[in-house]
């Protein structure tokens, strides 16, 4: 695997269920992101990790958990979930700021849909 | 806070010819600058960057951009666009957040490449 990988790629949930998505980067960075892209609205920040530390929670409900238990690994804890909360959920990572570059690498996204 | 405009959500073009889709970002003392690409039903890849230097940046499949501090714009350009072109573009300036960074991006702009 190369890149930025995220499982599934797609998921349908309803209101009640609880799930993870996944998301794994092979380029070495250790700085790792998570975006929610909804259709008419600009790709939202949702959470920021710097060395496996959150740095960021943009004001993100707790129905959303997130853990990174390494560099290499990000997942998304799903619970209790409203139907507007489907969207394309992009992880991304980096090398930190001042390192070797600036620019974030995303993954193919989890489609998700809540029933 | 750093935010960013893109003037057009659509722009339809005919195949081989010029295109250009605007952003523009609010001011900063330093700012870094991206486009992204997203083809249907896929992440987004970065296309260019602007981080210091030469203010005309380059992709390897025709793109270019202008960093222009005046009119706090960085809009992206091809002279001849091809079918393969049809994505939506997403532009993004980028701010520090406790070494990683914060990418805030714009709306997006779908280009639609007509024969």
């Known amino acids: 695997e190369t890149g930025v990988t995220q499982t599934p790629r797609h998921l349908v949930m309803g209101m009640t269920n609880k799930k993870s998505l996944k998301c794994e980067q092979h380029l070495g960075h250790n700085a790792m992101y998570w975006y929610k892209q909804s259709a008419k609205k600009p790709l939202e920040l949702m959470f920021v990790?710097?060395?496996?530390?959150?740095?960021e929670n943009n004001s993100v409900p707790s129905r959303f958990s997130p853990e990174c238990p390494n560099s290499s690994h990000l997942f998304l804890h799903l619970h209790t979930l409203q139907p507007e909360d489907s969207a394309l959920y992009l992880c991304?990572?980096?090398?930190?700021?001042?390192?070797?570059?600036?620019?974030?690498?995303f993954g193919p996204g989890t489609r998700l849909t809540v029933t | 806070a750093q935010s960013v405009t893109q003037l057009d959500s659509q722009v339809p073009v005919f195949e081989e010819a010029p295109v250009e889709l605007r952003c523009n970002y609010s001011s900063s003392v330093s700012v870094y600058l991206f486009w992204y690409v997203q083809y249907p039903n896929q992440g987004l890849q970065l296309l260019l960057k602007?981080?210091?230097?030469?203010?005309l940046v380059e992709s390897i499949n025709g793109f270019e951009a202008e960093f222009n501090k005046s009119q706090t714009s960085f809009h992206l350009r091809k002279p001849s666009v091809h079918i393969s072109d049809t994505a939506e573009y997403f532009c993004?300036?980028?701010?520090?957040?406790?070494?990683?960074?914060?990418?805030?991006f714009g709306q997006g702009t779908r280009l639609t490449i007509n024969p």
């Open positions: 602007y981080l210091s230097g030469s203010t």
């Open positions: 991304a990572s980096s090398h930190l700021a001042g390192g070797q570059g600036y620019e974030q690498y």
């Open positions: 990790y710097n060395f496996k530390e959150q740095t």
């Open positions: 993004a300036a980028s701010e520090p957040l406790q070494g990683a960074q914060k990418l805030v």
